[in-house]
Structure formats: structure tokens, C-alpha cells
């Protein structure tokens, strides 16, 4: 890969994670349903984490003990603002 064509990626990676967090935060001003508010909120930082670990922190290996932490991380704290978003659901 060439080193325009690496720039090129990353900056287009960057700018998806740019466009997710904007829409992740239009999110919370819009207010809608909080269950589906948190799952929007789930599957974008899900999206986002996935999308660092392997173009920014290099996490490709599949055997790496580190990689799968992370992996691993990105799929909990999902699962945890799914179940806030539930939570909350609940008590309204």
C-alpha cells in the first residue's frame, strides 16, 4: 500500500468516526425513545471501536491476546448502554 493511499484510508476512517460521533451526539439533543436512542448509541460506539482498533491501533493479528480484550470491551460496553436504555425504559 502506498503511503497516499494509507493517508487516504485513515482519512476517510477519521471522517467516519467524526460523522458517528455527530450523529451519536444529534442523538442525544433529538431525544427520542430512550430504548432506541441507546441502541443507535450501542451500535455506534460498537462501530466506532471496532473501526480503532483496527485502522488506528494496528489490531490485526487474530491470535493477539490484546485484540481480543479490546474486541471483547467494544461488545460490553455496548451491552451496558443497551441495558441502561432498557433501565430506563422501565422506570418511565
Same mark, same amino acid.
Given at each position: ?13 477519521? %471522517?467516519?468516526?467524526?460523522? %458517528? ?10 431525544? &427520542? ?15 466506532? &471501536? ?7 491501533? &494496528? ?23 443497551? %441495558?441502561? &436504555? ?7
Amino acid at each position: 500500500m502506498t503511503p497516499s493511499t494509507n493517508e487516504s484510508r485513515v482519512t476517510r476512517v477519521w %471522517l467516519g468516526l467524526v460523522t %458517528l460521533t455527530l450523529g451519536s451526539a444529534w442523538l442525544g439533543e433529538v431525544g &427520542g425513545s430512550p430504548a432506541l436512542t441507546a441502541l443507535a448509541v450501542a451500535l455506534i460506539v460498537a462501530v466506532k &471501536g471496532f473501526l480503532v482498533i483496527r485502522h488506528y491501533m &494496528g489490531l490485526t493479528e487474530p491470535g493477539s491476546r490484546l485484540r481480543q480484550v479490546m474486541r471483547l470491551y467494544f461488545v460490553v460496553v455496548p451491552a451496558l448502554i443497551l %441495558l441502561a &436504555g432498557g433501565l430506563a425504559t422501565a422506570s418511565s
